[in-house]
């Protein structure tokens, strides 16, 4: 059983950052992060392949939001500068042996999540 670790949620005035963290447990996934606001989608945020080489976001946090990973430690980050209140969502980390993927179906693994609220 993979277990998925988050940390880092919390209450942050608009402008403000938060670091989410990740932490898994064996072997190195193809690992993200996913966000789902009160009555809306699950929508995609960002990835990071198990290397660390290659990364993707969303359009919506391209140049506010970094995604990174200590190998050694398991663990992936997501930085997260310049929050807008519309960023207030739980964020979900996620992870997959093989599916480096935008697409919330790819992932076999699933954090319980943690709540980012970003007020105005």
């Known amino acids: 059983q993979v277990q998925l670790v988050e940390s880092g949620g919390g209450l942050v005035q608009a402008g403000g950052s938060l670091r989410l963290s990740c932490t898994t447990s064996g072997r190195t996934y193809h690992m993200g992060w996913f966000r789902q606001a009160p009555g809306k989608e699950r929508e995609f945020v960002a990835v990071?392949?198990?290397?660390?080489?290659?990364?993707s976001y969303a359009d919506s946090v391209k140049g506010r939001f970094t995604i990174s990973r200590d190998i050694a430690k398991n663990t992936v980050y997501l930085q997260m500068r310049s929050l807008k209140p519309e960023g207030t969502a739980g964020y979900y980390c996620?992870?997959?042996?093989?599916?480096?993927?935008?697409?919330?179906?790819?992932?076999?693994?699933w954090g319980q999540g943690t709540q980012v609220t970003v007020s105005s």
């Open positions: 996620v992870a997959d042996p093989d599916q480096y993927s935008t697409r919330p179906v790819a992932y076999d693994y």
């Open positions: 990071i392949s198990r290397g660390g080489s290659m990364t």
